[in-house]
């Protein structure tokens, strides 16, 4: 069996899926759009599992496939990489896609772009199989833009709507910083390497002198920050909630804002040597995890709690990569990909039984109109806090033991991870009892559980929240042996043993419990009111949290708004020099020419004479005084 053909198959699919519905969009009903994209992603995860299942029995050995040589010297070639990284994104990204395909179906009924969402829905999925199977940083980069591309589009879907238009802008606006200091990265690497080809630059011996690996790590991680959504590039996250939910769960569970981490973990050999990088990633992942973390607090809408819970749990990520614990970061990235998505498609549920309402405190009660629904988001409230044995207690706990481990000033790195994960809990606990528990505001009689199409992946996600954790506990090193072929050349951060890992996981433990049990206590006991509590400032507090500190106004007024400003300017400066200045130049040219040999055009005789004895006299004088001028 021809396996290039099936990597191959793996990425096409998606994209000639895309490209069909593009084609014959008009002529296909929901129906046949369904069955078309349904048995396409069937087909795509099948392929999926089948590659994944041949690399584990190679023992994750790396599947190499040149497409084709673009540029011989230096040399250029369209290739594709499948190891145990690739190899878990990939079957991540077709996975989940189908399960949110799934719910897609329902929730997007009867909408007037129906098919035209599938479309893009399924062209991002290329472009992150393209990303995440590319052999070299060259690949990378097409489906790193690609990735932003259509993400755009299905961000803006609904651009009939201002704020989705400018959610769009804003996030390709943010994204094209990142995606500059990314380019600028990969040049310094061909000039540095002489090649983009991820192994040939593993191998270099330049690899491990620092001469120019830490300015190289700084401009790559400028394309992380983008993508992944850190500080001081985060803020088009939450406005990118203006999409539909469910491209929303695509967007933020195991796509396009892993991609950042992907990469990082992808050059790790390299990032190894650059201790600076290493320390920027650790302080820029946790300053934006406590960050969004405390912005969530007092956020209303029921997405944007997500939103920067997302941000806050990549921050996560970027801790565990600074770190050098790579295994974890990728644990968490998979755990994370699963009770993530389950959250936003159960917001999903709730927004479309609520008729599009999205203020939580316009909800509550909802535990006994939608039971389903209210277990699987308590799953994953219940995960993302921290809470064993569900999927998120296994990675968060190994990322802060991690941590832990380095010692040092890392020892302060972890307490205010802990103080993440406690805020975490907390703001989650928050988010689930304003929703399902308090008691209601408004009339909630034509509120019923959602269909069956958005309840059955909610139950497929929760099942997998609850058991994914598993894969690498540490009594069962499963991921990592996954890895163990990726990473084998990398030096990487290992768990503490013994008393003090146990020490560790209960605290750990305790930060989440307490979270949520403060929660309660607030929310639905109010212990403020009950015990007429004081708090001094706590209306200053909300507001800073609820506007993210007025980061994201800096982040407007700075990037966006200075950006477009500044382009404006540039474009009509250009424009007025170069495309405006020639042709008004040209025209003013032959305008005054005119104008003044209209004044020789007198009309009298005399004129004329004089004019061709001046003529004839200039020539007489160049022929004097240099006579070979006019032989």
Do not use: C
Not at 88 to 94: C, D, E, G, N, Y
Not at 168 to 191: T, W
């Amino acid at each position: 069996m021809n396996l290039e053909i099936l990597i191959l198959g793996v990425v096409a699919l998606p994209l000639l899926t895309s490209i069909f519905l593009k084609i014959s969009g008009k002529f296909l009903n929901e129906l046949l759009t369904n069955f078309i994209t349904i048995n396409a992603a069937l087909l795509s995860v099948g392929l999926s599992s089948f590659m994944f299942g041949y690399i584990f029995l190679e023992k994750f050995k790396p599947l190499k496939f040149e497409l084709f040589e673009w540029y011989p010297s230096p040399q250029i070639i369209i290739e594709f990489y499948l190891d145990g990284l690739s190899g878990v994104m990939m079957v991540l990204i077709s996975g989940l896609s189908l399960v949110i395909q799934l719910f897609s179906t329902s929730y997007m009924s009867k909408d007037e772009k129906y098919t035209k969402y599938f479309e893009y829905f399924n062209f991002f999925v290329f472009s992150m199989l393209l990303l995440v199977l590319s052999g070299n940083f060259l690949v990378m980069f097409f489906g790193w833009e690609l990735v932003g591309l259509s993400s755009y589009l299905l961000i803006s879907f609904w651009y009939e709507k201002k704020s989705a238009a400018k959610a769009g802008n804003k996030a390709f606006i943010l994204n094209r910083i990142g995606d500059f200091g990314f380019l600028i990265g990969l040049m310094m690497i061909l000039n540095h390497f002489q090649t983009f080809n991820f192994i040939a630059i593993f191998n270099s011996s330049l690899v491990s002198q620092p001469k120019n690996l830490d300015l190289i790590i700084l401009f790559l991680l400028l394309g992380a920050f983008g993508k992944s959504a850190q500080f001081p590039l985060f803020s088009w996250l939450p406005d990118a909630m203006e999409g539909p939910t469910p491209a929303s769960a695509l967007i933020h569970a195991a796509t396009m804002v892993t991609a950042g981490v992907f990469m990082l973990v992808r050059i790790s050999p390299m990032l190894q040597f650059s201790e600076i990088g290493s320390l920027v990633i650790i302080g820029f992942g946790l300053f934006t995890a406590l960050i969004a973390a405390f912005a969530a607090i007092n956020q209303e809408d029921i997405k944007k709690v997500l939103a920067y819970s997302t941000i806050s749990q990549l921050g996560f990520m970027f801790i565990a990569i600074g770190a050098g614990a790579y295994v974890a970061a990728i644990f968490h990235l998979v755990t994370h990909a699963f009770f993530k998505a389950l959250l936003f498609l159960g917001a999903g549920a709730v927004i479309h039984e609520m008729h599009h309402e999205q203020n939580i405190h316009k909800m509550g009660g909802l535990r006994k109109k939608m039971p389903i629904t209210s277990a699987m988001m308590g799953i994953g409230t219940l995960a993302i806090s921290g809470i064993p044995p569900l999927a998120g207690f296994w990675s968060k706990d190994e990322i802060l033991a991690s941590v832990f481990s380095k010692g040092g000033i890392y020892y302060g790195f972890w307490a205010l991870s802990l103080l993440a994960a406690f805020m975490t809990a907390f703001y989650m606990g928050r988010h689930w009892l304003l929703i399902f528990i308090k008691e209601p505001k408004n009339n909630l009689d034509n509120v019923h559980e959602a269909p069956k199409n958005m309840t059955r992946p909610l139950i497929i996600l929760g099942v997998f929240t609850i058991f994914i954790g598993f894969i690498n506990t540490p009594f069962f090193h499963g991921l990592e042996k996954v890895l163990e072929e990726t990473l084998h050349h990398v030096e990487v951060t290992h768990l503490p043993e013994g008393l003090t890992l146990a020490i560790l996981a209960i605290l750990s433990i305790g930060a989440g419990f307490t979270g949520l049990a403060l929660a309660y206590l607030i929310y639905i006991f109010d212990i403020i009111s009950y015990f007429k509590l004081r708090i001094p400032f706590l209306s200053e507090i909300k507001n800073l949290s609820k506007n993210v500190i007025y980061i994201n106004d800096f982040g407007n007024a700075v990037f966006v708004k200075g950006l477009k400003s500044a382009s404006r300017r540039i474009a009509v400066n250009i424009e007025g020099m170069t495309i405006d200045g020639l042709a008004n130049g040209i025209s003013n040219y032959f305008l005054k020419s005119s104008t003044r040999m209209s004044y020789a055009q007198t009309g009298l005789v005399r004129s004329y004479v004089v004019y061709f004895g001046l003529f004839t006299l200039i020539l007489i004088f160049i022929f004097l005084i240099s006579p070979g001028v006019l032989a």
